[in-house]
């Protein structure tokens, strides 16, 4: 069986086989594995890759590719073989790490101190100096315990001889530990037997070295406990699911720049119930865009004066900022004589050939051997694919050598590596190996006892068989990395073997204050796109039903839907007919005209990304659904019946999300935001509608009461209590009045009214909002004003302009509530005083 297996797998003399050896054995740590692989049938075979793909789908692993066509949540790709490696070679490896790590933390603490290396001539000036990623106002700044790297990262590849070669640092933000976790959770459950018989070390060990690293460098004040938190720059960067992932596993809450602020010399995250200090951030954010004040200040995702914190040394940043500096290619020739230099001992592990240009003997060499060669941007700032040498032939190899003598400094070349090949299982075949290059990310922390190094990391695989670049965002695979021990397995855990009676966790009283305000404002988006889609599919129909004609349904359901902002107002140069079916069509699809139904629905969609770990998976099927009949709608010229079929199925989609709202998520204090939300928007619109309704002359003829009543969704209310036309006083009784109408004014004060009261009670919290006070005097507002008032163009209501004027006090209070509640817990004005919560 054995040789069925290894009969068609491509075995080459120019590349270091993981699996094999030279004369083609199959290597001492490989050979228990591949006989287990070898015995698999073909049908348990397709089983196990099922089952790597249904994890995948369910855990919601995706690596996120910016205009990947495909769409932008890729699912993460794992091939189920791992990469193996035995213990002694490990061993080699992990030191050399470590050592790395090391040494690349001395660095950023000479360049950002004394600066010997620049004196004595072991680094060109101009190499550091000439790129944006040396932080000017980080010099002079001491992080905590002299550490500036926390976390770090190194791509290895394999020489043909089976060496380990470096092949780039990674220094700022290291991506990838995330990912390699998730891998180990589902391979180790792929091959059961194997995980347990080739005593494969466990992850569980390197994250608590993290954790106790960063918890011993917190600079707390007396007893208190250290506060971590993530930093991630939102779910729409490329890793964001590891952000989330990782969050979740280390027990820190994962914030984004708006949900910290900065008072006097310390950090603090906006939560629900106040000011809370953070003394460690853990970024996944690049260096430049975390302080706008003293980096970039066009930067919308950093907290500003973050950096006048770490300078008082009141916060950790892990990684330090400015420590992306080391992640250019183009220091690494000189790290052999820094090494011994700082650290009195020679680098363990060689980088991978490389000659930075901006020094004559460099450049020259790369012209003489350009064909060798690959190019690549000396900057990581700099955005340039690698260029290899031998593909250039004529006026592109002249064009390039032109542009590295222009400015060589931009520039470094790398010797050309034949990457590793190693098994992967083929899923367009029944049983066969494929061979593709692979290269392993290995990661390093720092601990309280030195660099900790990963047991493993995250192998990558390539595309094709010849490829010479391994990239995720090409569309690269990834692996777990196996690396075994003669002794015995750590059996730590980071998570809880059960769950006692201090562990238990109900509604969480420390949300951020942006997941509040996305929830709040995902509830008011929600009622906005259905208020909409309503007022639309109501014109829309009269006009219908009018087959072009101006009826006064017509004239008055257009009137309010462009008072109500959802119609544009006509231009005196450009007056579009009203009726027309041009200006209800683009109100329905043009998602960049205001107020339109498509831009409502994009602004939800903006609201739930943000919030999307909170929402059930039927929940967020039903968003896409939503997106995807838009879109869908997008590609075709409707006509004015097929957009009424479509405003149907949004409102029915509107309703299953109110569903999924009301039952499916857990009454916390984001839940009760996110009603809130709702109910101050549905008051706001109904307020607005029915006193511009009073108001209008328009509306005073046929038809139009009956349009109201659809337009709020009590239609069959009104019909089953009255057996009649609509008439004024029974249709504002329901639609004002009524507080058993869930479609009703009152019914929404009142709600808002007890929400407020709770908050005071569970918040000690008094609103601004007078609210209250006109609820109260709307409930005593005198209806039977309505029995002696005939409704009609030719006659004055004052009656109807008095309950009008009552309710836009009513529509002012919800807007000044809903100021309130973003001052005091969104953005948390006038909360200095208020730092209790952080001591």
Same mark, same amino acid.
């Given at each position: ?22 004369? @083609? ?32 789908? #369910? ?21 189920p073989l791992p990469l193996i490696i035995p213990p002694e070679e490990w061993a080699e490896v992990s030191a050399a ?35 944006? @990623?040396? =932080?000017?106002? +980080? ?6 315990? %002299? ?18 070669? $470096? ?8 991506? %990838? ?15 059961? &037997? ?67 602020? $900065?008072? @006097? ?24 865009? +975390?302080?706008? =004040? ?10 500003? @004066? ?97 542009r590295i003598e222009a400015r060589p400094h931009a520039y470094v070349a790398q010797e050309m590596v034949n990457l ?65 021990t003669d002794g015995p397995v750590s059996e730590f855990t980071m998570l809880k073997p059960s769950v006692g009676v ?65 119609? *544009?107002?006509? #231009? ?10 041009? $200006? ?112 209008? *002359? ?9 349009? =109201?009543? &659809? ?24 639609? $004002? ?24 009670? #569970? ?19 005198? =209806? ?15 009656? +109807? ?39």
């Amino acid at each position: 069986m054995a040789r069925t297996l290894l009969a068609i797998y491509p075995h080459s003399a120019r590349r270091y086989d993981e699996m094999l050896t030279a004369d @083609g054995a199959v290597r001492p740590h490989w050979r228990q594995f591949f006989i287990h692989l070898d015995s698999i049938a073909p049908e348990e075979m397709h089983r196990r890759l099922d089952f790597v793909d249904r994890r995948i789908q #369910e855990n919601g692993v995706t690596y996120n590719v910016y205009a990947d066509p495909s769409g932008s949540d890729r699912p993460w790709a794992l091939d189920p073989l791992p990469l193996i490696i035995p213990p002694e070679e490990w061993a080699e490896v992990s030191a050399a790490v470590a050592q790395r790590a090391t040494l690349l933390n001395a660095i950023l603490a000479d360049l950002y101190g004394e600066q010997t290396l620049l004196a004595e001539g072991l680094l060109p000036p101009a190499l550091v100096f000439g790129q944006h @990623g040396y =932080l000017w106002p +980080c010099h002079g700044i001491k992080p905590a315990g %002299g550490t500036w790297l926390h976390q770090y990262a190194v791509d290895l590849a394999r020489s043909p001889d089976g060496r380990w070669w $470096v092949i780039a640092d990674r220094t700022q933000a290291p991506s %990838g530990a995330g990912y390699a976790l998730e891998n180990r959770l589902i391979v180790s459950r792929v091959f059961p &037997e194997m995980f347990r018989d080739l005593h494969v070390q466990h992850l569980a060990d390197f994250f608590r070295d993290q954790q106790d690293g960063l918890n011993a460098l917190a600079p707390v004040d007396g007893d208190e406990q250290p506060h971590i938190v993530l930093l991630t720059p939102g779910p729409y960067n490329e890793t964001y699911f590891e952000h989330a992932y990782l969050a979740r596993y280390l027990g820190f809450p994962l914030v984004e720049g708006q949900d910290l602020t $900065v008072r @006097g010399d310390t950090l603090f995250l906006k939560t629900l119930r106040g000011l809370k200090r953070v003394h460690v951030v853990l970024r996944r954010q690049d260096d430049g865009y +975390c302080d706008p =004040l003293e980096l970039r200040g066009e930067s919308a995702l950093g907290i500003p @004066g973050l950096l006048n914190v770490a300078r008082a040394g009141r916060v950790v940043i892990a990684n330090a900022l400015g420590s992306g500096l080391l992640a250019s290619g183009a220091l690494m020739g000189f790290l052999p004589a820094i090494c011994r230099k700082l650290l009195g001992e020679e680098l363990a592990m060689p980088s991978v050939g490389t000659w930075w240009c901006g020094e004559k003997p460099a450049l020259d060499y790369v012209r003489e051997n350009f064909d060798d060669l690959v190019i690549k941007p000396a900057y990581p700032t700099q955005r340039m694919d690698p260029v290899f040498g031998y593909e250039l032939k004529g006026e592109a190899r002249a064009e390039m050598l032109h542009r590295i003598e222009a400015r060589p400094h931009a520039y470094v070349a790398q010797e050309m590596v034949n990457l590793s090949q190693g098994p992967t299982w083929s899923r367009s075949h029944e049983r066969r190996l494929l061979a593709r290059p692979v290269g392993l990310r290995a990661y390093a922390v720092a601990s309280p006892d030195g660099y900790s190094v990963m047991p493993g990391g995250l192998a990558r695989v390539a595309t094709g068989a010849n490829a010479r670049i391994i990239s995720m965002q090409r569309g690269g695979a990834s692996k777990d990395a196996w690396v075994l021990t003669d002794g015995p397995v750590s059996e730590f855990t980071m998570l809880k073997p059960s769950v006692g009676v201090r562990d238990l966790v109900r509604a969480g009283a420390n949300l951020t204050s942006r997941v509040v305000e996305n929830l709040f404002w995902l509830g008011r988006y929600s009622e906005r796109f259905d208020d909409s889609a309503r007022m639309l599919r109501v014109a829309l129909s009269r006009v219908v039903e009018a087959s072009g004609g101006k009826t006064p349904a017509v004239a008055s359901a257009m009137e309010m839907a462009t008072i109500l902002g959802i119609l *544009p107002t006509p #231009e005196e140069d450009n007056e579009v007919k009203e009726g027309s079916e041009h $200006v209800l069509l683009e109100a329905i699809y043009d998602p960049n005209q205001p107020g339109s139904l498509a831009g409502n629905i994009r602004n939800l969609m903006w609201s739930a990304t943000h919030v999307r770990e909170r929402l059930s998976l039927d929940h967020w099927h039903s968003l896409n659904r939503l997106q995807r009949e838009q879109q869908a709608a997008l590609k075709i010229h409707p006509t004015l019946t097929e957009a009424i079929a479509f405003l149907d199925r949004v409102l029915g989609v509107s309703s299953s999300l109110t569903g999924f709202a009301m039952d499916n998520m857990t009454r916390d204090d984001g839940w009760r935001f996110l009603i809130i939300g709702r109910r101050l928007e549905r008051l706001s619109f109904l307020a607005n509608t029915i006193a511009n309704f009073l108001k209008m *002359p328009s509306t005073r003829g046929p038809g139009s009461l009956e349009w =109201l009543l &659809e337009l709020t969704d009590s239609i069959i209310t009104y019909r089953s209590r009255y057996s009649r036309l609509p008439e004024l006083l029974p249709v504002l009784d329901l639609l $004002v009045f009524d507080d058993s109408n869930p479609h009703g004014l009152i019914f929404q004060a009142s709600v808002l009214a007890r929400y407020l009261d709770r908050m005071a009670r #569970e918040l000690d919290e008094h609103s601004a909002s007078n609210l209250p006070e006109v609820l109260h005097r709307l409930q005593g507002f005198d =209806l039977e004003r309505f029995e002696q008032t005939q409704f009609s163009p030719e006659r004055n209501c004052p009656v +109807c302009d008095d309950l009008a004027a009552l309710l836009r006090e009513l529509d002012s209070a919800a807007v000044q509530l809903s100021d309130w509640l973003g001052m005091r817990y969104f953005t948390h004005v006038g909360d200095v005083s208020r730092q209790t919560m952080a001591l």
